[in-house]
């Protein structure tokens, strides 16, 4: 599985790092990023998904 | 005693007209808000001021969206559009050139050219648009960011105890506290005045600038003029004197020693974006911490999960956020545009209601039911696009902290009594009386 972030939808709603810090962080104003390449760690994938549905600018998708 | 009329600030009489160039207040025609009474239909006569509006709310929204009207008008305010779906708010929100944020409090009155120092308006950047806007926000960003905003969690708890210790002694099954004057209303205001530097005695005062900007908008501008004391604008000057002369580290002095291009910010920047801070820290937190426990006072198996299984606060929190939202936005039309068959003029108002957004049954499965573990929420409590709400992480910390304070001190209370809601664009508890039936 594979996480992709649009950095361009991305508002700084910071969702997906509070739901799934293991693979998003936030830089200093609060905007998201990747942590490594987008690879989803096994044991992650529920995390993954729940950052995607939670982002109120559809900022994030997933593939497989 | 001060002789309160000749203290009174000299507004401008407002040009009457149809939109008219280089001016700073005016109104199409004259207005009266006691032209208007009670809405009958809520389709051709929306008021999200009416003082019956904010205590139905949810109803009103599902009522229209069932008589199939996705955004709503009314003559009052000298013309207002009120989108009420998901789809149409999220545009409205996305569509920086058709709707403008020059003011985003509706009033009877409309800001000319003049009344705005142009590009910054009176509150940058929630009242700027692009290009300016991302450069004001990129300013005010990095102080909300969640690791800065963290570290005052300890605060929060503390504030949070102390308020619940001052409510004295609890008897339960007797005892009756009022969650919104005793708690809810005391928490915003301390953290953003602290964040500010500015003095913890003055807590009053803030909201009193609120509720004259925000809950008096029937009332003609020149009316609202109070005594130099209670004048924000002037209070502020002082509180920005005081600080460049003893710069600290607070978000005061932080603005005066930010940046664009290599130049410090205007004046007026600075003090536009304090009354930004102020205004928008305050009641809109205190309401969304007031309706989360309006939502648990009568609601126990909620209340019971909560305390029982406090790995969902997360997922509730959210929830509250969704079901609950405090916040409506407004937009001034920048040019006529046709929008879904609305034919919608230059300068009129369009509200943004996110509140209705989050209860869209084509967005959210069962809207209008509160889920207290939903997984997938991708609600619009802070806003949608680029002018999210700048303090969400401050706002998710109060509102979570206060939750967890309360119902830890008292896993079971239930209303006892009238709640009394905010009029107009926020929406929360004003007096919100709950009976102790437990205590920890």
């Given at each position: 599985m594979r996480v992709h972030l649009d950095a361009e939808k991305c508002q700084g709603h910071?969702?997906?790092?509070?739901?799934?810090?293991?693979?998003?962080?936030?830089?200093?104003?609060?905007?998201?990023?990747?942590?490594?390449?987008?690879?989803?760690?096994?044991?992650?994938?529920?995390?993954?998904?729940?950052?995607?549905?939670?982002?109120?600018?559809?900022?994030?998708?997933?593939?497989? | 005693m001060t002789d309160t009329v000749e203290n009174k600030q000299t507004a401008p009489e407002p040009i009457i007209g149809p939109s008219p160039e280089g001016t700073e207040l005016w109104e199409r025609e004259p207005y009266d808000a006691e032209?208007?009474?009670?809405?009958?239909?809520?389709?051709?006569?929306?008021?999200?001021?009416?003082?019956?509006?904010?205590?139905?709310?949810?109803?009103?929204?599902?009522?229209?969206?069932?008589?199939?009207?996705?955004?709503?008008h009314t003559d009052r305010y000298g013309g207002m559009w009120a989108p009420i779906t998901h789809d149409t708010v999220h545009e409205v929100?996305?569509?920086?050139?058709?709707?403008?944020?020059?003011?985003?409090?509706?009033?009877?009155?409309?800001?000319?050219?003049?009344?705005?120092?142009?590009?910054i308006g009176v509150a940058p950047p929630i009242s700027s648009d692009p290009p300016f806007h991302g450069?004001?926000?990129?300013?005010l960003l990095p102080p909300f960011a969640p690791k800065k905003i963290a570290p005052w969690e300890p605060e929060v708890h503390a504030l949070c105890q102390r308020l619940l210790d001052q409510m004295g002694d609890i008897e339960p099954g007797e005892t009756v506290v009022d969650a919104a004057l005793q708690y809810a209303q005391h928490i915003p205001?301390?953290?953003?005045?602290?964040?500010?530097?500015?003095?913890?005695?003055?807590?009053?005062?803030?909201?009193?600038?609120?509720?004259?900007?925000?809950?008096?908008?029937?009332?003609?501008?020149?009316?609202?003029?109070?005594?130099?004391?209670?004048?924000?604008?002037?209070?502020?000057?002082?509180?920005?004197?005081?600080?460049?002369?003893?710069?600290?580290?607070?978000l005061t002095s932080y603005l005066l020693e930010a940046e664009i291009d290599g130049n410090k910010l205007q004046p007026e920047h600075v003090t536009g974006s304090i009354i930004l801070l102020l205004i928008a820290g305050i009641d809109t937190t205190w309401s969304a911490i007031g309706s989360s426990l309006w939502h648990l006072a009568q609601n126990p198996d909620d209340l019971d999960r909560l305390v029982n299984e406090p790995e969902l606060m997360d997922f509730a929190i959210e929830e509250f956020l969704r079901a609950y939202a405090p916040v409506t936005m407004a937009r001034l039309v920048a040019k006529d545009n046709d929008f879904h068959g609305?034919?919608?003029?230059?300068?009129?108002?369009?509200?943004?209601?996110?509140?209705?957004?989050?209860?869209?049954?084509k967005q959210f499965e069962d809207s209008d039911k509160f889920v207290i573990d939903r997984e997938e929420n991708r609600h619009a409590a802070f806003g949608l696009g680029i002018h999210r709400c700048l303090g969400s992480n401050l706002a998710r910390l109060e509102l979570r902290v206060a939750v967890q304070e309360f119902i830890a001190r008292f896993p079971k209370f239930e209303l006892a009594g009238d709640t009394r809601w905010s009029v107009g664009q926020i929406r929360g508890p004003r007096e919100l009386p709950v009976r102790i039936l437990e205590t920890a």
């Open positions: 910071n969702r997906c790092y509070a739901l799934a810090p293991e693979l998003f962080d936030v830089d200093d104003y609060g905007q998201a990023v990747l942590i490594g390449d987008g690879d989803v760690p096994d044991g992650l994938e529920d995390k993954a998904r729940l950052a995607a549905s939670n982002c109120p600018e559809y900022a994030i998708s997933i593939t497989d | 032209d208007y009474g009670e809405v009958a239909d809520y389709r051709t006569d929306f008021d999200h001021a009416w003082p019956g509006y904010n205590p139905n709310a949810p109803e009103v929204w599902k009522e229209l969206r069932e008589s199939g009207c996705p955004v709503a929100a996305y569509d920086t050139d058709n709707f403008t944020s020059r003011s985003v409090v509706v009033s009877t009155l409309r800001p000319g050219e003049l009344s705005l120092p142009a590009p450069v004001a926000r990129r300013l205001v301390n953290i953003i005045g602290r964040m500010l530097g500015f003095p913890e005695e003055d807590e009053d005062l803030f909201r009193e600038f609120v509720h004259n900007t925000l809950e008096r908008i029937n009332q003609d501008p020149r009316e609202r003029q109070v005594d130099d004391e209670k004048r924000l604008d002037l209070y502020i000057e002082r509180q920005v004197q005081d600080h460049i002369e003893n710069p600290r580290d607070d609305c034919p919608m003029k230059k300068d009129d108002w369009v509200l943004l209601p996110f509140p209705a957004a989050n209860r869209d049954p």
